[in-house]
């Protein structure tokens, strides 16, 4: 039962990372990313901590932090600061469909990471689906074209954003802390970290009221709701399921920008979508089997 909600808990937090394509799309689109960013995570942080005060929980939130205040310190600046700067630096340097390709290098590396850090043992057939699932990816991003990375500055920061974003998810898979406490933590220091970086890349608080509306969906589902799925699929469930799941993010995105913006769908998507669509399911029927 565990690991079965451990898998819906990452179908949900993939199905909500999806809709930020069509969010930004939508309503941010002429914003200046660096400032997206830093709303996106103010309005994230303001939600969980409006949850955890509801719920009454906010001495959890303290005694958690004093409990491993130097982890959720750099856990924070890795998945939710640092992460975010690198990812949208190098979107300047390199065309976004090579970015979005390096970038979904994450779920491979966090099973190399898990096992080089942690000793977890991943099978063979678990990594093979897993490289199956990401020439999928390849496939839907790149169009069907050859797109072959050059060793650059964007390059090096895109794999970097990947990385980061891999060992954040691996170090809260392996570390024990309430959930809901945790995220607030993580999106707090998240926030504090970008914060310290507007003198390098300043800020404009002139933004309209439609970007603002976007602003606050894509803070609160895609951002703060979707971690905590995220978070608790980790918890619940294996390292190698998770990372065959997040491979269906931008597929499930390219298909709501289709349905919701009308935009044209391209004859490759079929080929990645039996990629990427069978290679989860025969992870979660091997995963099921064991």
């Not at 909500?16 to 996106?40: E, R, S």
């Not at 063979?124 to 496939?139: C, D, E």
């Not at 951002?223 to 065959?244: H, R, V």
């Amino acid at each position: 039962m565990n690991k079965q909600r451990g898998i819906l808990y990452a179908f949900l937090a993939v199905i909500l990372y999806a809709t930020i394509g069509f969010g930004f799309k939508i309503a941010v689109t002429n914003v200046n990313p660096f400032i997206a960013t830093v709303y996106i995570g103010l309005f994230a942080t303001l939600f969980l901590g409006v949850y955890l005060t509801i719920k009454g929980k906010l001495k959890d939130v303290i005694k958690e932090f004093k409990k491993n205040k130097l982890f959720f310190i750099i856990a924070g600046f890795i998945g939710l600061g640092l992460q975010q700067i690198l990812y949208l630096k190098s979107f300047s340097l390199l065309p976004a469909s090579n970015v979005v390709i390096l970038f979904y290098l994450y779920p491979i590396f966090m099973i190399f990471i898990s096992g080089l850090f942690f000793k977890h043992k991943i099978s063979i057939k678990s990594i093979l689906l897993l490289f199956i699932g990401f020439i999928g990816v390849y496939i839907l991003i790149s169009k069907g074209s050859l797109i072959i990375p050059i060793l650059s500055l964007g390059t090096i920061l895109a794999i970097l954003a990947s990385l980061s974003w891999a060992f954040f998810s691996v170090l809260i898979k392996y570390k024990k802390f309430e959930v809901e406490s945790g995220m607030f933590l993580f999106n707090l220091f998240g926030l504090i970290s970008l914060l310290l970086m507007i003198p390098w890349f300043g800020f404009d608080f002139k933004i309209s009221t439609t970007a603002i509306i976007g602003l606050v969906y894509l803070g609160i589902f895609p951002t703060a709701i979707a971690f905590l799925f995220w978070n608790k699929a980790l918890k619940s469930t294996n390292l190698s399921t998770c990372s065959n799941i997040a491979l269906l993010t931008p597929l499930l995105s390219i298909l709501l920008i289709s349905i919701i913006l009308g935009e044209k769908l391209v004859p490759t998507l079929i080929v990645s979508l039996v990629l990427i669509v069978g290679s989860v399911y025969l992870n979660l029927r091997f995963e099921k089997n064991k």
